[in-house]
């Protein structure tokens, strides 16, 4: 069945962004949680969840004689799930931050980009029906549809497809409806459930699979020549076991392959996700449980012909699982999902390479409750990580967003230096790669040529020092004043090498703090001397001369390097 209703969008102030890493936490009052993501192609970031939202019941004119009916006619079900998204961009701002306002509360568990800019969102409501919204790009309603079953329904993945249109993957109670055809297979009490959309929204086909036992659809993908690999968990006795199906696009099984984890009497493995690699193979993501149910990490590789090319355990020394895998366009993948000890849990984020072998890991989150859900690769290889994150002292759970590098480490957000670092290299571009400078990130620059040196106990310039501190000087001075409201000194060190060793310690020291500081009135009078009035007068206000003496001596391949060592550096210090 198909519905179209209006939904209500509302702009949710409370957020709060953790401004040195790229994480963001959605903070509103109750439970919230992110369960997938997707790129936008202006390169913003949006990821679909629910938050909490509280409903004031309905005045009535029923009188009650019993107080306990009368409190539940005015709390049962006013506070549940509903749909919520936000869009955030490179610098980690939330730039759009919207709840549906739907009768039936609901959750979005799936978000998948359309070729119009837009999104198809899919999830489910609390009471057991299927839902799938197509958005505009600013989140604003296209189309939508209610649909399912007479019995209880659920939603676990909506995947894109070719052609442009989505499949909904989940499962549902079986009916035993003689009006409805759909279920006179007999299956189990639960059933593998899929949906197949057209790239308009209209339902194209709705089918149940499985066996006698109970079946659920986890998640699904589509291979290069249109056929669909599902994977679903099935439950009997004491064991839980993955199922591998193939079906054709119009839903027409091909074939059913149950995997187990050994021949032991009880078993639980679980399926979690299943992608396509890009040599047209798959693999499944899978979470195994020992002996004393601690649970592991499994990945298993196969092909279109069900022929099992690769089955991986990742042992780790904490109880760890994977919820979503991704990848890279080198055939490395990454991870990403949850580790657990005996009072909290970490999001997870693992890195392998293309044999499955566990290149590296690292755990995110605080002292309470975290996980991660999902993750989509971006254009430039970094990660965005979707979950819930717990704040320290806290009972509710937040909607939690991290961007992550291809290595797995945290994305660190852009700032003034970083930026004025990356301008600096591109502005002295040739004279880094002749190697007469070097330039460090803490926007330091120090002079490395050799003709740039002071001979032992010198100060005055050469004139090769002068001509190249006066070309270098008209290109750095003009490029910081652009950025005058950002700096806050601009430092001129000198330094030397320990010359004057057969003084007494306290004598070479002082002759070399003096040699120093002369080295850095020098090249600073130099510097000061080819600027215009403008630049000159704003100088003054920003210029320091400074000696360091010996005390940061240079060295090369671990040896002290005199020569070197007799130098001054710039040093660019910001408000």
């Given at each position: 069945?198909?519905?179209?209703?209006?939904?209500?969008?509302?702009?949710?102030?409370?957020?709060?962004?953790?401004?040195?890493?790229?994480?963001?936490?959605?903070?509103?009052?109750?439970?919230?949680?992110?369960?997938?993501?997707?790129?936008?192609?202006?390169?913003?970031?949006?990821?679909?969840?629910?938050?909490?939202?509280?409903?004031?019941?309905?005045?009535s004119s029923r009188t009650f004689y019993d107080a306990f009916e009368y409190?539940?006619?005015?709390?049962?079900?006013?506070?549940?799930?509903?749909?919520?998204?936000?869009?955030?961009?490179?610098?980690?701002?939330?730039?759009?931050?919207?709840?549906?306002?739907?009768?039936?509360?609901?959750?979005?568990?799936?978000?998948?980009?359309?070729?119009?800019?837009?999104?198809?969102?899919g999830g489910s409501t609390m009471d057991g029906s299927l839902l799938v919204l197509k958005l505009d790009a600013a989140a604003h309603l296209l189309s939508s549809s209610l649909f399912g079953t007479k019995n209880y329904d659920r939603m676990n993945n909506l995947i894109l497809l070719s052609d442009g249109g989505v499949l909904a993957v989940g499962s549902s109670t079986t009916s035993r409806d003689t009006q409805d055809n759909m279920f006179e297979t007999g299956l189990g009490n639960s059933d593998i459930f899929l949906t197949r959309f057209s790239k308009d929204g209209t339902i194209l086909w709705s089918k149940k699979y499985g066996t006698e036992y109970d079946d659920r659809g986890i998640d699904a993908v589509e291979a290069r020549d249109g056929s669909i690999l599902v994977i679903s968990e099935t439950a009997y006795a004491h064991n839980r076991s993955v199922s591998f199906m193939r079906i054709t696009e119009n839903g027409n099984k091909i074939w059913l392959k149950h995997y187990q984890q050994s021949k032991k009497n009880d078993t639980t493995i679980i399926p979690k996700k299943i992608i396509r690699l890009k040599d047209g193979n798959f693999i499944v993501a899978l979470t195994q449980y020992n002996d004393i149910q601690k649970e592991h990490i499994r990945l298993v590789k196969f092909d279109l012909y069900q022929n099992i090319l690769i089955d991986k355990e990742v042992f780790t020394t904490y109880p760890s699982g994977i919820n979503d895998i991704k990848e890279f366009s080198n055939g490395k993948l990454i991870a990403v999902g949850y580790v657990k000890d005996t009072y909290n849990s970490d999001g997870l984020a693992m890195l392998f390479n293309s044999r499955l072998q566990l290149l590296n890991q690292e755990h995110y989150g605080g002292e309470n409750f975290d996980l991660f859900n999902a993750a989509k690769i971006l254009h430039n290889s970094q990660v965005a990580v979707v979950g819930v994150h717990t704040k320290e002292h806290s009972q509710e759970t937040n909607m939690w967003l991290v961007k992550l590098n291809d290595d797995a480490s945290i994305v660190q957000l852009a700032t003034a230096t970083s930026s004025l670092y990356e301008q600096l290299c591109k502005l002295f571009e040739e004279e880094i790669k002749k190697g007469e400078i070097k330039i460090t990130k803490d926007l330091n620059i120090e002079f490395i040529a050799d003709t740039l040196t002071f001979k032992v106990g010198t100060y005055k310039l050469s004139a090769k020092q002068k001509e190249y501190l006066k070309r270098f000087s008209q290109k750095l001075i003009p490029f910081l004043y652009k950025y005058k409201n950002q700096i806050a000194t601009l430092e001129i060190n000198g330094h030397s090498s320990k010359e004057w060793q057969k003084s007494s310690f306290e004598s070479g020291y002082l002759k070399n703090e003096k040699l120093s500081l002369n080295r850095s009135h020098e090249t600073l009078s130099e510097i000061f001397i080819h600027q215009n009035?403008?630049?000159?007068?704003?100088?003054?206000?920003?210029?320091?001369?400074?000696?360091?003496?010996?005390?940061?001596?240079?060295?090369k391949n671990h040896t002290y390097d005199a020569i070197h060592s007799r130098r001054v550096n710039i040093s660019i210090k910001l408000l």
């Open positions: 069945m198909k519905y179209f209703f209006l939904i209500t969008f509302l702009l949710l102030s409370s957020l709060h962004a953790k401004k040195s890493e790229y994480s963001v936490v959605v903070d509103i009052p109750f439970d919230a949680a992110l369960f997938d993501v997707t790129e936008d192609y202006d390169r913003t970031i949006t990821a679909v969840g629910f938050s909490k939202e509280y409903k004031k019941s309905r005045s409190l539940a006619s005015q709390h049962s079900g006013s506070f549940g799930a509903q749909m919520h998204l936000i869009k955030v961009d490179n610098n980690a701002n939330i730039l759009l931050s919207k709840q549906a306002k739907l009768e039936r509360f609901n959750e979005a568990i799936a978000v998948v980009k359309t070729p119009a800019n837009g999104y198809y969102v009035h403008t630049m000159q007068k704003w100088l003054t206000s920003i210029l320091k001369g400074s000696g360091y003496s010996y005390s940061k001596p240079l060295f």
